[in-house]
């Protein structure tokens, strides 16, 4: 089992940064690829970024390519979502989501409740 917990989530204008955390519990987080999916209002879920279990892989929507970083410390079970540059359409709850699987847009097993980001214009 593991329990997913977001945090960083808030208000900020146009252009602006956040970083969003991902805190797991669980002594197998590391054994777990993780995903940041947003939900906006009135909108479907969407596939954010995934990291590999390692951190050596990462994968981005073409949304958030070049603005957005995933990033991991084991360590610390966290995972991390650096948002730069960011719009008024990255207006969303952000969920992290953990899973062994290899569809990283699709499939996950484990999943936070979510943290608020709204993108002022």
């Known amino acids: 089992q593991v329990q997913l917990v977001e945090s960083g989530g808030g208000l900020v204008q146009a252009g602006g940064s956040l970083r969003l955390s991902c805190a797991a519990s669980?002594?197998?987080?590391?054994?777990?690829?993780v995903g940041w999916f947003r939900q906006a209002p009135g909108k479907e879920r969407e596939f954010v970024a995934a990291i590999s279990w390692s951190g050596g892989s990462s994968y981005y929507a073409d949304s958030v390519k070049g603005r957005f970083t995933i990033s991991r410390a084991n360590a610390k079970n966290t995972v991390y979502l650096q948002m730069n540059s960011l719009k008024a359409e990255d207006t969303a709850v952000y969920y992290c989501?953990?899973?062994?699987?290899?569809?990283?847009?699709?499939?996950?097993?484990?999943w936070g409740q979510g943290t608020q980001v709204t993108v002022s214009s």
């Open positions: 669980g002594h197998t987080f590391n054994t777990y690829a």
């Open positions: 989501a953990a899973t062994t699987q290899r569809d990283w847009e699709n499939d996950y097993d484990y």
